[in-house]
């Protein structure tokens, strides 16, 4: 039996992934940015911004370069944020890391439209 994931799936992680994060969260109530940031997107990042996933989507043609090079800055600013003590909703609210953050998943998100 083969666990390995195809490129399909990998890519519809990866979009899930990316959809989960970015300025529309704003509009969200605090359970629901709670749930989409510290537990979907932040497994998805461990997961599928890692380069391993990325270089295989790339290699694929499934992404640009571009949306590779974008997917390991925005999964190093997480990693940044998990590190610094941001890691939290009051963070989120007020800190320009965040945006960032929200920002860069919202451009991924528009290259891959």
Same mark, same amino acid.
């Given at each position: 039996?083969?666990?390995?994931?195809?490129?399909?799936?990998?890519?519809?992680?990866? $979009?899930?992934?990316?959809?989960?994060?970015?300025?529309? $969260?704003?509009?969200? /109530? /605090?359970?629901?940015?709670?749930?989409?940031?510290?537990? !979907?997107?932040?497994?998805?990042?461990? #997961?599928?911004?890692?380069?391993?996933?990325? #270089?295989?989507?790339?290699?694929? @043609?499934?992404?640009?370069?571009?949306?590779?090079?974008? @997917? $390991?800055?925005?999964?190093?600013?997480?990693? /940044?944020?998990?590190? #610094? @003590?941001?890691?939290?909703? !009051?963070?989120?609210?007020?800190?320009?890391?965040?945006?960032?953050?929200?920002?860069?998943? /919202?451009?991924?998100?528009?290259?891959?439209?």
């Amino acid at each position: 039996m083969n666990n390995e994931i195809t490129n399909k799936q990998l890519m519809e992680l990866f $979009l899930d992934t990316i959809q989960r994060c970015g300025t529309h $969260l704003y509009n969200m /109530d /605090d359970e629901t940015i709670e749930y989409e940031i510290f537990e !979907e997107f932040d497994i998805g990042v461990v #997961s599928f911004l890692h380069n391993d996933s990325l #270089s295989k989507l790339y290699s694929a @043609g499934l992404i640009s370069y571009e949306v590779m090079q974008k @997917g $390991l800055e925005l999964r190093q600013k997480v990693q /940044d944020l998990q590190n #610094s @003590g941001l890691w939290n909703m !009051e963070a989120l609210k007020r800190r320009n890391e965040w945006k960032e953050v929200f920002i860069l998943s /919202d451009e991924i998100r528009t290259m891959l439209d």
